[in-house]
T-cell receptor
Framework: NAGVTQTPKFQVLKTGQSMTLQCAQDMNHNSMYWYRQDPGMGLRLIYYSASEGTTDKGEVPNGYNVSRLNKREFSLRLESAAPSQTSVYFCASSREGYNSPLHFGNGTRLTVT | GENVEQHPSTLSVQEGDSAVIKCTYSDSASNYFPWYKQELGKRPQLIID?????GEKKDQRIAVTLNKTAKHFSLHITETQPEDSAVYFCAARPGFNKFYFGSGTKLNVKP
C-alpha cells in the first residue's frame, strides 16, 4: 500500500516551459487535491476533484490545469511556467464523508528560472 | 470561502514545557478540523482531528479543543520533546470536500 505517489520529486523549468505533475493513490479514495506550499503561506488549494470526471477550482487556480484521468490518478499541468510558480506541490486524497482527513504525497519541488 | 488564521507563526519552548497553537475560522459550516505536523522536507501528516460535535479530544500528549461559538480551535502539546519540533498546520473543512489551511506554526523545542 503505497498511499499517494507523486512524480517527479524535483523539477527545474525555464520560464515558458510546460510540464505535468503526476499523482496516483491506491486507497480507493474518491477525492483528490493539488496544493502548493510557499514559505509563510501554508497550503493553498489549486484544484480538487470530488470524484472521477469532476474537477473544481480552488484558491489559486490561475496558470494550472488538471485532469482526473481515472479514480486513481489526478495530474496537474503547467502550460507556460512562470517564476511565481516556484513552489512545493503536494497531491492529496481523502475518502468521502465529513470526517475523512487528507493523505498527502511526498511532494514535488519545482523551480522555475 | 473559508478563512483560517493561525497563531503564533513561531513558537519556542523548553523541553518539558507545554505548547499551544491557536486557530480561528470564519465559515460556520466548517465541521471537521484536522491538525497536521510537517517535518523539514517531508509531507504533512495527520496528528489529531476533531469533529464539530465534540469539544475536546486527547491522544497521549496531544489534545485539541474546539469552541464552535467563538469559531476557534487549539492544539495543546504537553511535556514537549525535541522530536516535536516541526511546522504544525491547522485546517477546517466546510462541507464535504475542500480543506482550508492556516499559515502554519514553526515549533522549536529546545533541549
Amino acid at each position: 500500500n503505497a498511499g499517494v505517489t507523486q512524480t517527479p520529486k524535483f523539477q527545474v523549468l525555464k520560464t515558458g516551459q510546460s510540464m505535468t505533475l503526476q499523482c496516483a493513490q491506491d486507497m480507493n479514495h474518491n477525492s483528490m487535491y493539488w496544493y502548493r506550499q510557499d514559505p509563510g503561506m501554508g497550503l493553498r488549494l489549486i484544484y480538487y476533484s470530488a470524484s472521477e470526471g469532476t474537477t473544481d477550482k480552488g484558491e489559486v487556480p490561475n496558470g494550472y490545469n488538471v485532469s482526473r484521468l481515472n479514480k486513481r490518478e489526478f495530474s496537474l499541468r503547467l502550460e507556460s511556467a512562470a517564476p511565481s510558480q516556484t513552489s512545493v506541490y503536494f497531491c492529496a486524497s481523502s475518502r468521502e464523508g465529513y470526517n475523512s482527513p487528507l493523505h498527502f504525497g511526498n511532494g514535488t519541488r519545482l523551480t522555475v528560472t | 470561502g473559508e478563512n483560517v488564521e493561525q497563531h503564533p507563526s513561531t513558537l519556542s519552548v523548553q523541553e518539558g514545557d507545554s505548547a499551544v497553537i491557536k486557530c480561528t475560522y470564519s465559515d460556520s459550516a466548517s465541521n471537521y478540523f484536522p491538525w497536521y505536523k510537517q517535518e523539514l522536507g517531508k509531507r504533512p501528516q495527520l496528528i489529531i482531528d476533531i469533529r464539530s460535535n465534540v469539544g475536546e479530544k486527547k491522544d497521549q500528549r496531544i489534545a485539541v479543543t474546539l469552541n464552535k461559538t467563538a469559531k476557534h480551535f487549539s492544539l495543546h502539546i504537553t511535556e514537549t520533546q525535541p522530536e516535536d519540533s516541526a511546522v504544525y498546520f491547522c485546517a477546517a473543512r466546510p462541507g464535504f470536500n475542500k480543506f482550508y489551511f492556516g499559515s502554519g506554526t514553526k515549533l522549536n523545542v529546545k533541549p
